[in-house]
């Protein structure tokens, strides 16, 4: 919202990069590893509901100051940008979910990569560009809002909820 459409790009390029990296762990079978390990599921689970909670007390911790205008440089945009998306425990989810649905244990896993590596990179590039045009047009009009500090807040708390939540949440059973 602060920095505009086009350096929101970077971050595009950011999740872009951890979605080509779960793609091609979940490729060599290190997805599945994770989620039949309940210990080592659970890790990550905990990981990303602390970073969720973090963000949420940071928000709202700041939400009182005046956002920077300051824009950082590009490689700490992707860096940043990089590293939320790599530690979000939807992602992991997603992609353990893209593969179990899709590919065919019959046909060998490279063979699919084919098809799957365009299609979930074209997917992932075309939702993320839409958030962040939505995002920067909003982002105007949020950032010169009277309730800027409420909305912050809101959006702080509900980083924590999810945070609790997803921490709270049991683990997968087997099936």
């Known amino acids: 919202m602060a920095y505009g459409f086009r350096r929101s790009l970077i971050c595009v390029l950011g999740i872009l990069t951890q979605a080509t990296l779960f793609l091609i762990l979940s490729a060599f079978g290190i997805t599945a590893l994770i989620s039949a390990s309940p210990a080592a599921f659970g890790v990550f689970k905990w990981i990303g509901a602390a970073f969720l909670i973090y963000l949420g007390l940071r928000g709202w911790?700041?939400?009182?100051r005046p956002i920077s205008q300051d824009v950082p440089a590009p490689s700490e945009i992707y860096v940043k940008s990089f590293l939320i998306a790599t530690v979000n425990p939807k992602s992991v989810a997603g992609?353990?979910?893209a593969f179990s649905q899709f590919v065919a244990p019959n046909?060998?896993?490279w063979d699919q990569m084919w098809i799957i590596f365009p299609t979930a990179l074209c997917l992932t590039t075309l939702s993320y560009t839409g958030f962040c045009a939505l995002g920067a047009g909003l982002g105007r009009a949020a950032l010169s809002a009277i309730l800027n500090v409420s909305l912050r807040r809101i959006l702080a708390i509900c980083f924590i909820i999810y945070?609790?939540?997803l921490?709270?949440?049991?683990?997968?059973?087997?099936v």
Do not use: C, K, M, Q
Not at 167 to 174: C, I, T
């Open 163 to 165: 945070g609790f939540l």
């Open 95 to 97: 992609y353990l979910a």
């Open 167 to 174: 921490g709270l949440s049991p683990l997968p059973r087997e």
């Open 61 to 64: 911790i700041t939400a009182t």
């Open 107 to 109: 046909v060998p896993i």
